[in-house]
């Protein structure tokens, strides 16, 4: 576990000269020597799919995106696997919609939903979990350039939904749409938890000390929480309620991808991932803030936490392996 804590580290702790998608799949390589089978989709195979969604964050960047899928099979064939999805935007410029501020080289760490991701399977293969598990990291960078997608874009999922982009800089829910679409048709999960950077209105929320939690499963999200817990990781669950969809109904599109203004920016982004799930038990945690700390703990460094491999990890030990 210690290992898979310390390789998500490491990968937030890189540059993004040095870390972007093509060589993050080629760290994430390293687990095969662990028993796990590792694939990488490029962007003929996601066209060929019709993640338009992925693919229009992309666009902006010289460097090609991947979608990167690891497979463990600790448990027999027909057992449901479990799947951890993670946003990985090697570098948030915010596209067109720029970021400003003088903290923007911390985006170098928007990937690391997906660093959680890795760093789990490398610790569920390296202990030899006994069960099935799936994980999933939609890889990108979101620049601004002459062929960066612009607000007021509308691009089609490859769910067929159709997404206006208001704000470029909303583009975690735009690769993730795509991924959680991707895993449940594919893979057929019993649960699925994503774990993104996605918000700024999460930090105004909950600040450094917790992480959100949204789900449509009341007993997912608790083993979550407890699991939290159990690794001195504090998991806030948050409100998913109808009420929110009107905020990012579109008029020319099946929805938008900001609500209006700056209210409930973490739930309405939790609303727009939810359309994507079907009727499969889902959480998402929103870890905005949660990848980088400015000052030492007992037992996290001053930098890259590695922030979600051990809860997950103590999620599947607790609840899902098989004896």
């Given at each position: ?79 449901k ?7 990985g ?10 970021k ?39 890889l ?12 007021g ?66 007993s ?31 008029d ?31 959480a ?10 400015d ?29």
């Open positions: 576990v210690a290992h898979g804590v310390f390789f998500a580290r490491d990968m937030v702790n890189e540059p993004a000269n040095v870390l972007y998608p093509e060589s993050m799949v080629e760290r994430a390589r390293s687990l095969e020597e662990l028993g796990v089978e590792v694939e990488a989709l490029g962007l003929k195979e996601m066209k060929k799919l019709g993640m338009g969604a992925l693919l229009g964050v992309a666009q902006g960047s010289s460097k090609e995106p991947k979608l990167l899928i690891m497979i463990w099979n600790g448990a027999p064939k027909g057992i696997p479990i799947a951890f999805i993670g946003k935007i090697t570098f948030d410029t915010g596209g067109i919609s720029l400003s501020g003088s903290d923007v080289w911390r985006l170098k760490g928007d990937m690391g939903g997906a660093a959680a991701v890795i760093g789990a399977m490398k610790a569920l293969a390296g202990r030899k979990a006994k069960t099935n598990i799936v994980g999933v990291a939609a990108s960078e979101n620049m601004p350039s002459g062929t960066a997608q612009r607000p874009d509308i691009v089609t999922s490859m769910s067929g939904q159709t997404i206006e982009v208001l704000n470029t800089d909303a583009e975690g829910r735009l690769v993730l749409a795509d991924a959680l679409w991707y895993t449940q048709d594919r893979f057929r999960p019993s649960h699925m938890v994503d774990l993104a950077t996605l918000t700024g209105a999460k930090i105004t929320a909950l600040g450094f000390e917790y992480a959100g939690i949204f789900s449509n499963d009341d997912l999200a608790s083993k979550l929480i407890d699991a939290g817990l159990a690794e001195d990781v504090k998991l806030w669950r948050m409100p998913l309620d109808t009420a929110y969809v009107k905020d990012i109904d579109s020319i599109a099946d929805v938008k991808n900001i609500g209006t203004g700056r209210n409930a920016g973490a739930i309405t982004a939790a609303m727009f991932l939810q359309r994507f799930v079907n009727k499969v038990p889902w998402h945690v929103d870890m905005a803030g949660n990848e980088i700390v000052k030492e703990r007992p037992t996290v460094p001053k930098g890259a936490w590695g922030f979600g491999v051990r809860f997950l990890n103590r999620l599947i030990a607790d609840n899902f392996e098989k004896n």
